[in-house]
């Protein structure tokens, strides 16, 4: 991954914006720019163009939407800035976390209205760490089926996308404007192409192990669940063209990967009651923390994985996502009518009868958690039992390249690059340093509210309006 001069590219042919990357903030970027008038190619360099967004549960927090208020919820983006700075310590940037809280209605609207993407609030549960219910997502709670829609809208606006075009380096010249790009194809051949702008959609680095060996070492050994095309490539290019990089370190894990099977058990389970163990059949952390920061939890323990507990009334709960129910198809899902059956099932030891019988008092509000948990907020947990093992996983990375409020990527000294944008993983999110600070729907907002942004942005700059 190189930056060349212009002077060694031959071009055979321009556009004025390009993308990088064919996820959800690539074809969100790609339509916003081409509504707001500019011709515009997605590069991606898979066979098709699905990134990290389809393998997640395409939830977006946007807080004040009209879905909201049709359900009476009164939200606000300073009450959503509100919980993201709560989740983060206060160790992001208060500014940007407001701006893309701001962003999210507007985009959450501007996806159900131009992009016919058919979005509904989540309101059966309240995810750890947000004061009110702001998830927005389609009918069957997937990142595939928020892509589909988009597909459809860009092959409505004959949006040229290009896949299997991995994307090998960028020429810029002296004062780093980009004027094009090089990619491969899978023949070998290569083709220089033009442009005005560039946005770099291509997500972070949770697929490279050798960049997660330098920057976020504790996550190393979780079971990756991300897209393989998670290189790093965006930093790697930035680092280089002298772009500020920031939360390097950030991540969002997930306590909730069914151990084996690569599907993950939506954190319902655990917010409504359910509790985790490890092979000693004892708890081992507060899971209501949050589903990113108990994967590096479950990757400490013994064999690196762990068994939800839960019982049959959240199991019925959970059926609304599909995820859900490709677990329950894959036979994941194991059921006890007593605790000791539940030790049979799992292969744990007797103890696991003792956590069962504490989390009861817990619940009850007879006993204290020593790990902090307020176990009365949920459900108390009654036979039949349901139990599944679950590995610790990495997502997606959320550090990455310091962006504007435009996506437009910054220097250190805070001046933008010439015609750089970036959005999603390959920009610098809002869930502070670590893992602890990821709010449920975080990299999503990045990425569709950056990418609307970038493609705006990148539009205008090209028409001469944003120079």
Known sequence: MSIL??????????????????????????????????????????????????????LIPAPGSRFQRAKNIDDSPEIFAADIMTKTKNATDYDMALHLAREGAPTVEWLADYCNVPLS??????????????????????GSELM????????????????EAQVTDLFADDVKRIHGLRMTRPDGSQEDLECDALILACCG??????????????????????????KGDAIKWGRDL??????????????????????????????????????????????????SEQAVDIVAQPGHW??????????????????????????CIRTANTDDELCAITGLPPALKDTLAQVAEMAHGQRVDAFGRDFT?????????????????????????????????????KTPLPNLFAGG????????????????????????ALGRLAGIAAAKLVSGQGR
């Open 306 to 331: 762990a068994w939800s507990i839960f019982d049959q009334k959240i199991h019925d709960a959970m059926k609304e996502f599909d995820d859900y129910q490709d677990a329950i198809k894959a036979d």
């Open 242 to 291: 002298g772009a500020d990089i920031a939360d390097i370190h950030a991540y969002q894990g997930h306590g909730g990967l069914a151990y084996g099977q690569g599907i993950p058990i939506l954190w319902a389970h655990i917010v409504r009651g359910g509790f985790q163990v490890n092979a000693y059949g004892v708890r081992f952390s507060n899971e209501a923390r949050g589903y």
């Open 121 to 142: 609030l989540v309101d059966s549960f309240l995810y750890p760490g947000h004061a009110k219910m702001r998830m927005h997502g389609t009918p069957n709670r997937t």
């Open 205 to 230: 680095f949770a697929g490279s192990r050798e960049m997660l060996q330098e920057y976020i070492p504790e996550i190393l050994e979780a079971t990756f669940f991300g897209h393989p095309g998670n």
């Open 425 to 448: 993983g390959a920009a610098r999110g809002i869930s502070g340093p670590g893992n602890s600070g990821y709010l449920a729907g975080n990299g999503l907002l990045a990425a569709t």
């Open 377 to 413: 907020k949920g459900w108390v947990l009654e036979a039949p039992f349901r139990a599944v093992k679950v590995s610790g996983a990495l997502f997606h990375t959320q550090g990455g390249l310091v962006v504007d409020k435009n996506a437009r990527v910054l220097r250190a000294d």
């Open 5 to 58: 001069s212009p002077s060694s590219a031959k071009f055979q042919g321009h556009v004025p914006v390009l993308i990088v990357g064919g996820g959800g903030c690539g074809l969100t970027a790609a339509l916003a720019a081409k509504q707001s008038g500019a011709e515009v190619l997605v590069l991606e360099r898979d066979q098709t163009a699905l990134g990290t967004t389809a393998m997640s549960t395409g």
């Open 148 to 163: 589909g829609a988009l597909h459809q809208a860009i092959e409505r606006d004959s949006i040229d996308v290009i896949t």
